[in-house]
């Protein structure tokens, strides 16, 4: 069981949006820790998508999105494109655990 | 650019440790902690340890606490990960990552498969 709740799937149609939600409690992201989100490919490293909860690294498409409300967050992907099917990962830290990182049980999104 | 390189793919046997590495290059070693993050077969990711190259400081999941030891060498900008009393549940990929001041991991390693089987 991750600490960090996310649903094992969703799915949507080229040019749908989709949102991905992450649940934790008051000792990780109700705790004021960050979010981050990650895409993963197989055969790849995961790759950094949002970061600090809204913010987008260089080179990502603003189609990606992130916000945080209280114990969630959430990350939308908009205009879906089929190379967006991938997993994607929640990450935050954990007070209740020494402030230890923690990861979301992952998300697979396929575009149909 | 900033590199993140691991060591070859490791078979070892259950009850035996395994070592492996991670070298950085294009940024300041000291300035960005390393962390190590794990998958295994058709599992998610998980989080294991982080160090502070800069003082050597350490922190581990309590997943792994007493079996995962890591460290560093300045001198080569690399980060060793030492697992001990393996078991079959610990095949996975291990990736490091560098870690920026707001806890995200932005540079990735390429991965490190390592199998225990007897």
């Known amino acids: 069981q991750s600490v960090l709740s996310q649903p094992p799937s969703v799915s949507g149609a080229p040019g749908q949006t989709v949102t991905i939600t992450c649940t934790g409690s008051?000792?990780?992201?109700?705790?004021?820790?960050?979010v981050h989100w990650y895409q993963h490919l197989p055969g790849t490293a995961p790759k950094l998508l949002i970061y600090?909860?809204?913010n987008r690294p260089s080179g990502v498409p603003d189609r990606f999105s992130g916000s945080k409300s209280g114990t969630s967050a959430s990350l939308a992907i908009t205009g879906l494109q089929a190379d967006d099917e991938a997993h994607y990962y929640c990450?935050?830290?954990?007070?209740?655990?020494?402030?230890?990182?923690?990861f979301g049980g992952g998300t697979k999104l396929t575009v149909l | 650019q900033v590199q993140l390189v691991q060591s070859g793919a490791e078979v070892s046997q259950p009850g035996a440790s395994v070592k492996f590495s991670c070298q950085a290059s294009?940024?300041?070693?000291?300035?960005?902690?390393i962390h190590w993050v794990r998958q295994a077969p058709g599992q998610g990711l998980e989080w294991m340890a982080s160090?502070?190259?800069?003082?050597?400081?350490?922190s581990y999941s309590q997943n792994f606490r007493g079996r995962v030891s890591v460290t560093r060498e300045t001198s080569t900008s690399t980060v060793n990960m030492e697992l001990t009393s393996l078991r079959s549940e610990d095949t996975a990929i291990y990736y490091c990552?560098?870690?920026?001041?707001?806890?995200?991991?932005?540079?990735w390693g390429q991965g490190t498969l390592v199998t225990v089987s007897s």
């Open positions: 990552a560098r870690g920026a001041v707001a806890g995200y991991l932005d540079y």
């Open positions: 990450q935050s830290y954990d007070s209740s655990l020494s402030g230890s990182g923690v």
């Open positions: 294009g940024y300041i070693f000291t300035y960005y902690y």
């Open positions: 008051n000792s990780n992201i109700g705790a004021d820790y960050d």
């Open positions: 600090a909860n809204v």
């Open positions: 160090i502070n190259p800069s003082g050597g400081s350490t």
